[in-house]
């Protein structure tokens, strides 16, 4: 939304999410925009964020933005999207299992009303609650039609999930309205790192907001827990042990004092003799 904001009747590309952000009642958000270093015509936008009891600010989110003389796409004609769709998911299951990975959404979030999808795409319909006026894209109409996406990825029994880490492009063209669909495109659906092409659209068709390759990231329930750092390059996607072999110590003599007693069943001799052996 902050970078809609800032984009006007800009596009917005290379979006990266470096990590969530952990909010308070006290954390203080910044947000940066100057001129990319490499092109006068883009700009770079940049979201900090601090916690109360930190000095540190963590850098969050990125992007650019870039000139777009791009023109609106025709409206689409929803039923012949549906028609390809042969799968249905209850808001009700959908949200349920969500919960069970300990994603859980509170009401004002669960905004998906109707859910179709197929091994390509998912549909679906979304509804806004409460109060959001002055949003171009509302956080919980927009984070729906993210979230919508895992129908397609919820299919496994283990602890991993599927997390957004950017986005290539975004196109604004209206303001999102209570009502909405969005619908996903798979474009990469298999591994680790997958992606999709979103629309969203009025009721009736007319396209107000493309996202173009959108990535998601596989990554445990584990890691998530203990996601740390900043920048891209110290996400954390997966926990693994790996050996180490220490160096070895140099012990220089030292004094040890032996403490014992007659019903230990151990004279302390011995341990003294084994002691003064080693140093």
Not at 43 to 70: G, K, P, S
Request: with cysteine; aromatic share 6%.
């Amino acid at each position: 939304e902050m970078a809609i904001e800032a984009a006007g009747d800009r596009a917005i590309e290379n979006v990266k999410f470096e990590q969530p952000m952990r909010l308070s009642g006290r954390t203080a958000v910044q947000t940066v925009v100057k001129k990319s270093t490499d092109d006068s015509q883009r700009q770079t936008m940049e979201v900090f964020a601090r916690a109360a009891d930190h000095q540190n600010w963590i850098r969050h989110f990125t992007c650019e933005l870039v000139a777009c003389d791009r023109p609106r796409p025709d409206p689409i004609d929803l039923q012949a999207a549906a028609a390809t769709l042969s799968q249905r998911e209850s808001p009700a299951s959908f949200y349920e299992k969500l919960s069970e990975l300990g994603l859980g959404y509170g009401p004002a979030f669960q905004c998906i009303e109707h859910l179709k999808f197929s091994e390509e795409a998912v549909q679906s319909e979304l509804t806004l609650a409460g109060d959001v006026r002055g949003y171009n894209a509302p956080p919980t109409m927009l984070d729906a039609a993210l979230h919508s996406l895992a129908v397609g990825l919820l299919r496994s029994d283990d602890d991993h999930l599927f997390l957004p880490v950017g986005i290539g492009r975004v196109t604004f063209f209206a303001p999102l309205e209570t009502e909405a669909i969005c619908h996903a495109t798979w474009t990469q659906n298999e591994g680790k790192q997958r992606s999709a092409d979103l629309t969203i659209m009025s009721k009736s068709g007319a396209v107000l907001m493309v996202m173009e390759q959108l990535t998601v990231q596989q990554v445990s329930l584990s890691a998530l827990r203990q996601m740390s750092g900043a920048g891209a390059e110290r996400l954390i996607y997966d926990l693994q042990w790996e050996p180490t072999r220490l160096p070895a110590a140099d012990l220089a003599p030292r004094r040890w004092l032996l403490v014992g007693s007659e019903e230990s069943g151990e004279p302390l001799s011995p341990i003294r003799d084994r002691l003064l052996k080693q140093n």
